[in-house]
């Protein structure tokens, strides 16, 4: 009893807000009474209401009543503190919000500590005496405490869910087994239990083992990055070498040059100077004599002018004239020209090797595993921005729109040979190479338009030239009617909904060329044909427009 009144006065000296003994102890004007610094605190949440309430009974006070500290509680406080009880011994241990509270204790109610079949109510371990002491109790089935006890009982026969029925996967109580769950496979609960048991074990197993995986995957997966960036490093460090060196022997070259054409400058000059001279000279001489033979010739003496003709000196032989050769020399335009065309043959070499070293780049997968796109938002996340190359482009195709736009001229528009330019269809290549995923839309007129992708080395003439009709270039032909796919000059009938807009989507390194046709009201795509196979270059997107005023324009995607 005396344990008892211990708890009573512990349940009266409890602050509600913090659940612990009370501190600095004062009452609201309903009666209640909370540590000082608890309903302050409270009561400032409040402040903007300018309403305060009780926590327990809810009443409101206006306005914010003033607190004054209990002397009479606070001593009650101190005299239970003397007691030594200030923390509940076990078995007086107050239920949590996960802990199942005694059906019987009132106030603040204390854990319980078994639930009982029979009463259906659980118990604390004060009011679970009588179930130990009293023989009316004998039978009483005890469990473990149980949350929501109700639950355990048949609905229908208000009976203990004792039974497990496979067949309905449901719990059940034995009046259900012979009623409408007769002839079912049943088990009992324990059973069942411990069957499913079993199988959660195994389930656990299977997870730790797949957690262990994953583990030994991120380790493996850590190591692959550490072995990605030492490569990458190293490769770098070497290419900036290598790219080093071909600067210096670019400098070293040019100076030699450099030189070669001062030296020879210096040469040249240094002769036509020596012959200005000799010339000069000449023109002096030449003077002094004409200005003899005219003062000679003014003389009114005849036989003065004959005695003293045949005295003047002859003239030597006249130099000859470099005048006209001179005017003929190029001096060393002939450099200039052979430097130009060492500049062009070395621009195309570092074109050709730099696309097989950037091939060389994509190539380098580490083969993870990569959802393949499916909705069209998907393949935005590949979409490339792509501009045609006016290099490539045939003498009759305009291109417009930022070079993204090709329109088809019906007279041939003067433009400056090139050796990669289309002469007999009517075809251009982007500018840009593609490798790795890729995606881009084309926007074409009605007529007859070919998407097509192809390498570079394509050949730009003949019939083989053509879209699609050889083994360089891979091409769906679009028409009002039908859809075809060539390559290799092999033509394939396809069948797909008729839409203006064609999109591609390419992953180099898996092989993969896909074409689509895109609606532009649903943004629905309809796969149209699919190639598999290996590129063995970097790959240009291409368009062919067959008649006179058609059009076909690379989309700006966003």
């Avoid at 109510?121 to 109790?137: D, K, M, N, R």
């Avoid at 850590?222 to 190293?234: F, L």
């Avoid at 305009?398 to 993204?404: I, M, P, Q």
């Avoid at 532009?520 to 005023?549: E, N, R």
């Amino acid at each position: 009893m005396a344990q008892r009144g211990v708890q009573l006065d512990r349940e009266t000296l409890c602050c509600s807000i913090c659940l612990d003994l009370l501190k600095d102890p004062v009452t609201t004007p309903c009666g209640h009474s909370y540590c000082m610094n608890c309903i302050k605190s409270r009561w400032d949440e409040e402040d903007e209401e300018k309403s305060y309430s009780c926590p327990q009974c809810s009443q409101t006070f206006t306005p914010r009543p003033v607190l004054v500290k209990s002397a009479m509680l606070a001593a009650l406080v101190e005299e239970l503190k003397k007691t030594g009880l200030q923390a509940a011994p076990a078995d007086l241990c107050y239920a949590g919000a996960e802990d199942v509270a005694c059906d019987v204790c009132t106030g603040r109610k204390l854990r319980a500590l078994k639930s009982c079949l029979v009463c259906r109510v659980s118990y604390c371990e004060q009011h679970l005496q009588p179930h130990f002491e009293s023989p009316a109790f004998e039978k009483h089935k005890l469990v473990d405490p149980l949350k929501n006890l109700q639950e355990k009982f048949c609905s229908h026969h208000d009976e203990v869910l004792k039974i497990f029925c496979r067949t309905d996967q449901q719990a059940i109580c034995i009046l259900c087994s012979v009623d409408e769950h007769k002839g079912h496979d049943t088990v009992s609960a324990a059973a069942g239990s411990k069957e499913r048991r079993r199988e959660l074990e195994v389930s656990r197993q299977n997870i730790q083992q797949r957690i262990q995986d994953r583990e030994e995957d991120v380790k493996v997966l850590q190591q692959e990055v550490e072995a990605i960036n030492g490569s990458a490093d190293k490769a770098a460090e070497h290419s900036e070498k290598i790219f080093t060196e071909l600067i210096h022997l670019m400098e070293k070259r040019r100076s030699d040059v450099k030189q070669q054409v001062r030296s020879q400058q210096e040469t040249e000059v240094s002769r036509v100077k020596e012959l200005q001279e000799k010339l000069e000279q000449e023109i002096t001489e030449l003077k002094r004599k004409d200005a003899e033979l005219k003062k000679l010739s003014h003389t009114e003496d005849h036989i003065h002018f004959l005695l003293n003709y045949p005295l003047l000196p002859h003239l030597s032989k006249s130099t000859e004239s470099h005048s006209q050769n001179i005017h003929h020399l190029r001096y060393f335009e002939d450099v200039a020209a052979a430097v130009s065309d060492v500049r062009d043959k070395l621009q195309d070499v570092l074109d050709e090797e730099l696309l097989k070293i950037s091939l060389k780049v994509s190539e380098v997968d580490v083969l993870l595993p990569q959802p393949e796109p499916e909705t069209r938002e998907d393949f935005l996340q590949y979409s490339r921005q792509i501009t045609l190359d006016p290099n490539t482009a045939h003498t009759q195709l305009l291109l417009t729109e930022g070079n993204r736009k090709a329109t088809v001229m019906r007279e041939k528009r003067s433009c400056s040979s090139h050796s990669d330019r289309f002469t007999d269809w009517l075809q251009v290549l982007s500018r840009q190479s593609l490798t790795g995923r890729c995606y881009w839309e084309v926007e074409r007129s009605s007529g007859g338009v070919s998407v097509a992708v192809a390498y570079k080395d394509i050949s730009k003439s003949g019939n083989e030239s053509g879209f699609g009709n050889n083994d360089k270039s891979w091409a769906l032909g679009c028409f009002d009617i039908t859809y075809y796919f060539r390559h290799n000059n092999i033509r394939t009938l396809l069948s797909g909904p008729r839409s203006s807009r064609v999109g591609v989507y390419l992953d180099h390194s898996a092989g993969t060329l896909s074409f689509y046709s895109v609606s532009t009201t649903s943004d629905t795509m309809t796969l149209l044909h699919t190639v598999q196979t290996t590129f063995t270059q970097p790959l240009y997107a291409g368009l062919l427009v067959y008649w006179a005023g058609d059009t076909a324009e690379l989309c700006e995607l966003k």
